[in-house]
């Protein structure tokens, strides 16, 4: 590739200023004239109970208040907030069993935080003084935390349409006996020398974003729902709204806000439905809703907990001859989302290692919990957890250094990716390893920290992953842009990728600067929901893979219409010219050229001579346009090294060093694919060392705030080094590959692994508190 002025350059994202000086607008930084406040009544006694009677009546007296909405207030319609039937055909939607079980206002609890009904005031203290107000008497249901729970046969039954409340499980017409893998496992596993089996438990963490739930909606004297959110998938809001409230699509306006974090927290629609149907009853005056901590950590979603069984085999050299995992999470009371992680946990372990045969089972089963959904990394870091434990300690077994052995076991280019059937397009994990072992000292740290004795011990572990650069073929991949060159040959391109705070639209307007060959000073992005056409949104490490494709194709449009308008005016072969330095000229005669600049303003002022009737150019404001659906997905890989000192006397676990090296294919913008992966490994050691949502008994959370939920602080995170291997992929727009999701999975492998080094225990249970460092030395008899 000739010489790059923009991809490959650190430049500052582009909203910095504004979210820095508190410019950038928040949806909760709202304030409409006439505007009211909504508040959700959400049910804090009771996981699971039947509502036998409500009484709004002294909410409504309370002064300040315009009106109380309950369950029989608003429409009845079904919904699912996940958005995964939007992205399948809607054949294979009902062969996976996709069911719309939630509605706006319940009588039916299935988990603490569920919304009951809807106090809609002047103020949002009058809003909380009436939900005080508001009466309800439960009849309280059996509560069920985990899959074993409600699997019973006797068990309260969530969903008829759920036999054993079984949410989901990979079907039959799809995945024969209910697996996804290759080969004969059962005859792989007799060839095996050495065979291990385990159960890891993995808990259910909270995605924290910064940023609170909040949304504003206004239903206008036009009849128009219009709706601001920070949602990271504009699109299929527009369009589950519509769905939800029967409305066609062109009455309704999504306004995208700044988004204070995604992490998946955002992924569909959260409370813009109980926000809508508020406005929608006080027509002509918008309703805000905000959502407290409190309510966000017990009434939206979270990653998937769960267990996850595996068995694996092994001969003598090393060989992986098959692997059988079956992961069954806890679902929450709710179906969102049922379908979509009960696959991906296994594609990730399908495709990291060359496995002769690899049986893979997921499913989910309804709790009394709150919903799961999407957490960065969509299943990876379970997997994880569980797939670089068990290959550290098949190495230990058989006398295989960890690093060596995943640089002869791990797939490469050409081989079946983690979509069984398309083949990974480029690999450079071994330099991700070779590096990454280099930079962290493994051989000589390996070594040293082998026996030790004393109560602070260290250890160094590795952890590999695999992930992708969006969902196809699995899911729907698509983005559309549009780049409109104003008369001065200014850019405004308008496409609706929402970025969630990771710098989305600072690498998306460095490919268009870099295609179009003009400063990115001079290019506008609007992110304008009326004016964009589709996208499927920001999840699966899409947006710069699958967004700069289509940027990448409108801008070329551009430049082909630019060429076009040139060859015509300078009587010359279009496939003469080329565009540089902002001029079309001819290769064969530098002589005969025209500006960008000129080329623009004559098409849009176009003027005819009254005496001659020449035309002074080509007429037409010249638009980019480009539908795109990308042919692949790119998976990067990554090599992760933690070293760890471990205190057996207080069990408490101090990460010394992380390495983090990963194959970017090529990097857009360095410092943000670095900040990627540095914030992901921050929420990896959470997941690892302290992150859990703690329910009691009765299914009430124990820890729905950042007092006692334990996240790790600046002061807590160790040394980083991040390692950028650049090997551009073939098919990638520039070469890319995504790093959004990619920098929480592996960090979790590597922290377990270099823990069980430095005490020689394997742990299956996340997260790796100091109580269960002390309880396994006590059972090992540790000294």
Known sequence: MSKLNYIGKSVPKVDARQKVTGQAVYAADLHLPGMLYGKIVRCWEHAHARVSRLDLSEAQKVPGVVKVLGPGDVTRNLYNTGVLDLMVPEDL????????????????????????????????????????????????????????????????QFDERKPGNMAFQLPEAL????????????????????????????????????????????????????????????????????RL???????????????GGGFGA????????????????????????????????????????????????????GTPVAA?????????????????????????????????????KGDTFYTNQAPSGAFRGYGNPQTNFVLEQMIDRACEKLGFDPVEWRKKWHKQAGDDGWCIGVPYSSCALDECLDRGAEAIGWKEKRARYANQTGSKRRGIGVGVMNHTSGAMPMLLEHTTCT??????????????????????????????????????????????????????????????????????????????????????????????????????ISRADP?????????????????????????????????????????????????????????????EVKVLELVLAHDIGRAINPKAVEGQLEGGAQQALGMTLTENIHYDAKGLCRNNSFTDYKMLGPMDMPKIKTILVEQPDPVAPFGLKSVGEAGPVNPVGA?????????????????????????????????
């Not at 203290?125 to 939900?131: D, F, G, P, R, W």
């Not at 059988?324 to 009960?342: I, L, N, P």
């Not at 304008?528 to 699958?546: E, K, L, P």
């Not at 002022?605 to 980019?624: D, K």
């Open 751 to 783: 922290t377990a692994n270099a823990i069980s080094h430095a005490l020689g225990i394997m742990f299956t249970e996340a997260p790796i508190t100091p109580e269960k460092i002390l309880q396994a030395l006590r059972k090992q008899k540790v000294a």
């Open 483 to 584: 780049v409109k060159m104003n008369e001065d040959a200014s850019a405004v391109i308008t496409l609706s990728c929402s970025d969630l705070g990771q710098g989305a639209h600072t690498v998306l307007k460095q490919m268009a600067a870099e295609t179009l060959g003009m400063p990115m000073e001079e290019i506008h992005l609007l992110v304008n929901m009326d004016a964009a056409g589709f996208d499927i949104g920001s999840h699966a490490s899409r947006t710069t893979y699958v967004g700069g494709g289509a940027v990448l194709k409108a801008c070329e449009d551009v430049n082909r219409q630019l060429i076009e308008r040139a060859a015509q005016r300078l009587d010359v072969p279009a496939e003469d010219l080329e565009i540089r330095d902002r001029r079309v």
């Open 93 to 156: 939607g009902q062969l996976l069993g996709d069911i719309e079980d939630q509605r706006i206002f319940t009588d039916h609890v299935r988990h603490q935080g569920d919304a009951i009904c809807g106090i809609i005031a002047e103020t949002e203290e009058i809003a909380e003084i009436a939900a005080r107000k508001v009466k309800v008497l439960y009849e309280p249901l059996p509560v069920y935390l985990r899959a074993e729970e409600s699997a019973v046969p006797e068990a309260y």
């Open 324 to 360: 059988d995992a079956h992961f069954t999470s806890d679902r929450g009371g709710y179906y969102t989302h049922g379908s979509g992680t009960a696959f991906t946990t296994g594609s990730w372990l399908t495709g990291m290692y060359k496995f002769n045969a690899i049986r893979y």
């Open 245 to 259: 409230f029967e409305l066609p699509m062109s009455r309704i306006n999504l306004v995208s806000t700044t988004i």
């Open 591 to 651: 002589e005969k050229t025209m500006s960008v600049r000129e080329i623009c303003h004559t098409g849009v002022y176009h003027f005819v001579n009254p005496q001659t009737g020449e035309a002074n150019g080509v007429p037409g404001q010249i638009q980019g346009y480009a539908s795109h659906f990308p042919s692949h997905n790119s998976p990067p890989f990554g090599a992760c090294f933690a070293e760890v000192e471990v205190d057996t006397e207080t069990g």
């Open 175 to 242: 995945f024969p006996d209910n697996a996804y893998g290759w080969g004969d496992v059962n005859a792989e596993m007799e060839k095996a020398d050495l065979v291990l089996e385990e159960t890891f438990t993995l808990p259910k963490v909270k995605q924290a974003q910064m940023e609170p739930h909040a949304y504003v909606a206004h239903y206008d004297q036009s009849g128009r729902l219009n709706c601001w959110t920070s949602t990271q998938m504009p699109k299929c809001v527009h369009n589950k709204l519509a």
């Open 266 to 317: 955002r992924l569909g629609m959260v409370f813009e439905p109980e926000t809508c149907a508020m406005a929608m009853a006080v027509p002509g005056r918008p309703v805000k809703v905000q959502s407290a901590r409190e309510e966000d950590w017990v009434a939206s979603e979270s990653r998937h907990p769960g267990k996850y069984r595996i068995r694996m085999g092994f001969r003598k050299d």
